[in-house]
């Protein structure tokens, strides 16, 4: 392995983790619900496209290292 994928693959998993702590913290002040109903929504959205974004990060992960 090249230093150059060793590279990628570390911030790869670093886009990771900044990703899973942003939508923990939102997982958790989801149910601490002392937030009004617009703020609980606009956090559901923000949550769903956190999901959707660390499957975006996978997925090119995982084209770049077997393409």
Known sequence: MDLSTFG??????GEIIVALTVLSVHH????EQKIDKKVF??????????????????SGFVLQILY
């Open 8 to 13: 990628f693959i570390l911030h790869t998993m």
């Open 28 to 31: 958790r002040v989801k149910h």
């Open 41 to 58: 929504q606009s956090m559901r959205t923000e949550e769903s496209f956190g999901i959707l974004a660390i499957i975006f990060i996978v």
